[in-house]
């Protein structure tokens, strides 16, 4: 059975509470390698039946939905209404939920082009671990009323409330896609992606072995016109999914994703695949400390890893440094003041 | 605290920057939200990052009220000073660090003003896209404290759409920074959180902007249509037909009839509403959109329709718009711009209820929007030296407000939430919903030293606030003691 699980999953909060007794949530389980390591002994808190669309009019852009909604549904009917999640977030094993995605906070290939997750999310209702529902923003484009919490829920990993519904923008379809392939070396891609920019519809931008991939995106004209102007060799639009899903790198121990300023040097050689125009690069067991070559440049996650890959003390997500750690701290008092949502997930003492 | 003292301390952090005078005070007494005055016990002008750092750590360590303030443009009162507080003017930091045009940024100060920016990258073939009306004045400091929006929005969001890094001062002093030069950094995303907060988390001193290359192609069409109806059902069928216009704007006949006499933009003044559509992109993309957004206009009803694709013909076009606001200033002595979102297929009855209310405050009332995004600006129209004019149109301006939450939108788009609408956060939010934001302060600054009583208002105020207002036949704290 599924629909509305508030008072189902409050209930499970307040006893959580009261027995101070930690909870990991859960919704389709699709990003369970994402983060620290939940031990089994934990109880888990699944979302996954909380489920439904609450309100979505195509033509207001918004879409406003339950946390437990897979990802997959969800696509399916903006599709229908030649609409779509304009962030494009990763699916993974194909049961993602809504609740995850948001939580999560992960663009796909579109992100530089459209914009982040969190660029689209409207508002949010939360159970606190208070156990308190309480909502924050709504579902109209520009709201300045109030801090902007639900942002900051985006990408939080599930330490700071249950994400209980989420309004998100959305955007039409385009009416062509098209992906090319065109022969490149790693160090001159970036040149020809400035200089396509300007007149030619893109949408998504990688670079892999000494090929640049690049997506266009638009009207039938201006695709067609861009598609005969830049040559190369067309390939299947579904290249994306495998990029956003992390489906390009085979059997790995370890994966880490760089995020830098698209220009920059640093690992671009070294990375097995470059997307977002040049900012997202993608090291495949590297066998040195990426965050070393780093410095203050950027920041480095390893998103997918062998538990036996992992040595003792590794950080996971970059390490904050103060005054920042210390908003996180107080800012995770707040929400979450017997520290029982996911605790450990983000980072150790989080 | 002795006064006296501790201007002889600022003065060794900021030399002669610093105002005491009574007169001269009076100067910055208020912000663009001019029916709120106050004057602050102190002003400082600092003119680089170490002087605001040393005069905040001052402040904390007195225990002395800061308010930050950039151009004093902000229409909620974010800015009014504190009568006991130091107002820290940031206009003189207002240098362009850096522009860097292979990644798209510009590193700036915060007294930069908004079109700065783009008249800076406009070499480039770039632009900053957020752009409030006040743009020429306004400050991109303030621009982030208010999560500033414009009339490009629906295409190109807001302030916090478009900013990457930021650099701030806790309330302690201490200089950090959130974000980063890529598209995103580790840990939570207190970047999008600091964007509107009102100066209540720190003192921003720099900021790192997305730069949009400039639109290959750009078209303006207006059209006038008999009825208000008429025109939002076209601005349905442009969304639905999967145009996302870089500004779609509607304007009423007062509004319209306002902006003519103003400066002759050539719009139809007999019109019942107006509408301009801007569609900015690549070339052969526009052209399609644009034929298909002529025959969405003929087909609900436009009276006529006017396009532009040259810069001084849209110009031209936008100018009636962009002049609406001081059009409206000129004939009424005073005006109310208020500021709340709606969904948009509830434009109809919301400007019906505004014109009712209109009637029953007995002020009139002319109505910008921006249709796109569902964000309302009815500005009403009043004059202060009548007798209870200015207590009308805010009573009025209110009821305004909560119309707007009845409707399930919002009491602020883009002008924040300052004193003028801290009693209306009172029906948006809860009393819980309200503790956390408390929370979220305190999360960056314990001690309540920046811009206190703004943005979120005391749950006490918020009981004194129900006591004389009853939302909907129950006070909205009942569970709280009132004795």
């Known amino acids: ?63 406003h939905v339950r946390a437990g909604t897979p990802l997959s549904e969800v696509r399916k009917l903006l599709a229908d209404s030649g609409q779509m999640l304009a962030f494009e977030p990763p699916d993974f094993a194909g049961n993602a939920t809504i609740g995850g995605v948001i939580a999560s906070g992960l663009s796909g290939a579109r992100r530089p082009f459209s914009g982040a997750l969190r660029d689209f999310v409207l508002g949010t209702t939360v159970i606190t671990g208070s156990a308190e529902v309480l909502t924050f923003g709504g579902q109209v484009m520009k709201n300045v009323a109030g801090y902007d919490v639900s942002r900051l829920i985006a990408g939080s990993l599930g330490t700071l409330g249950v994400i209980l519904d989420v309004s998100l923008k959305v955007l039409p379809l385009p009416e062509l ?90 690992l671009l050689e070294e990375a097995a695949l470059v997307d977002w125009g040049g900012s997202l690069r993608w090291l495949v067991q590297p066998g040195f400390s990426p965050r070393e070559r780093l410095k203050k440049n950027g920041h480095a996650t390893l998103m997918k890893y062998k538990a036996a890959s992992l040595a003792p003390g590794l950080d996971i997500f970059q390490p904050l440094v103060e005054p920042v750690a210390g908003i996180h701290q107080r800012l995770k008092k707040q929400f979450d003041p017997a520290g029982i949502f996911n605790p450990g997930r983000m980072y150790r003492d989080l | 605290m002795d006064k006296h003292a501790f201007i002889h301390r600022l003065r060794a952090i900021c030399g002669e920057n610093i105002i005491a005078d009574e007169p001269q005070l009076k100067v910055y007494e208020t912000d663009g939200l001019t029916a709120k005055r106050r004057a602050p016990w102190l002003v400082v002008l600092p003119s680089s990052v170490k002087e605001v750092q040393q005069v905040v750590k001052l402040c904390f360590d007195a225990e002395v009220p800061l308010v930050a303030r950039g151009a004093g443009t902000g229409l909620s009162g974010g800015a009014l000073p504190h009568a006991d507080g130091v107002l820290l003017i940031l206009a003189k930091l207002k240098r362009i660090l850096s522009v860097d045009t292979e990644n798209r940024l510009a590193t700036v100060e915060p007294g930069v003003t908004n079109l700065a920016i783009s008249e800076a990258v406009k070499d480039r073939g770039l632009y900053y896209a957020p752009d409030p009306s006040s743009q020429v004045a306004c400050s991109i400091g303030g621009n982030v404290a208010e999560n500033s929006g414009g009339v490009h929005c629906l295409k190109y969001g807001l302030t916090v759409h478009n900013v990457r890094r930021l650099k701030i001062i806790s309330p302690t002093g201490d200089l950090y920074e959130v974000g980063s030069h890529a598209f995103d950094s580790a840990g939570y995303d207190l970047l999008a959180l600091l964007h509107g907060s009102e100066g209540m988390f720190g003192i921003v001193v720099e900021i790192t902007v997305a730069l949009l290359p400039i639109p290959e192609s750009v078209s303006v069409v207006t059209a006038g249509f008999a009825a208000v109806e008429d025109a939002a059902s076209a601005v349905t069928d442009i969304i639905s037909a999967g145009i996302i216009p870089a500004g779609l704007e509607m304007m009423d006949k007062l509004a319209i009839e306002a902006a003519e006499a103003y400066v002759k933009a050539g719009y139809p003044t007999g019109a019942e509403a107006l509408l301009l559509c801007e569609l900015d992109g690549i070339e052969m993309e526009l052209e399609t959109q644009l034929r298909s957004l002529m025959d969405i206009l003929k087909e609900n009803g436009a009276t006529s329709i006017d396009s532009a694709t040259v810069p001084e013909e849209r110009e031209r076009l936008w100018r009636g718009r962009k002049a609406a606001f001081p059009a409206i200033g000129r004939i009424a002595p005073d005006y109310y711009c208020m500021d709340g979102t709606i969904p948009r297929r509830h434009l109809s009855l919301v400007l019906n209820r505004i014109a009712a209310l209109s009637e029953e405050f007995s002020l009139p009332v002319a109505n910008v929007f921006h249709a796109g995004d569902g964000n309302l600006h009815p500005l009403i129209l009043y004059d202060a030296n009548e007798a209870d004019e200015l207590r009308r149109a805010e009573e009025f301006g209110a009821r305004i407000l909560e119309c707007c939450i009845e409707a399930g939108g919002t009491i602020t788009g883009e002008h924040g939430v300052g004193i003028e609408k801290i009693d209306q956060m009172c029906i948006q939010f809860s009393e819980t919903e309200l503790s956390l934001f408390h929370g979220v302060k305190a999360a960056f600054d314990e001690k309540s030293i920046l811009n206190p009583g703004k943005a979120v208002p005391s749950l006490h105020r918020c009981v004194e606030f129900g006591a004389q207002h009853v939302h909907q036949g129950k006070t909205k704290f009942p569970e709280l003691d009132l004795f």
């Open chain 1, 1 to 63: 059975m599924t629909g509305d699980f508030t008072q189902s999953l409050l209930e499970q909060v307040q006893e959580a509470i009261g027995y101070k007794s930690p909870l990991v949530i859960e919704g389709g389980g699709s990003k369970k390698f994402y983060g620290y390591p939940q031990p089994d002994v934990l109880k888990r808190l699944y979302t996954s039946d909380h489920q439904g669309v609450i309100d979505y009019s195509p033509d207001e852009l918004v879409i």
């Open chain 1, 177 to 266: 896609e098209v992906t090319l392939t065109i022969p490149v070396s790693r160090g001159g891609f970036q040149v020809l992606l400035q200089s396509m920019r300007q007149s030619v519809p893109v949408s998504a931008a990688a670079h892999e072995g000494d090929h640049l991939r690049v997506r266009l995106s638009g009207s039938e004209i201006s695709v067609t016109a861009a598609v005969k102007e830049l040559g190369g060799e067309e390939i299947d639009n579904s290249y994306w999914d495998q990029v956003n899903n992390l489906e390009r790198f085979g059997e790995i121990e370890q994966l880490w994703r760089i995020s830098v300023v698209p220009g920059s040097d640093i």
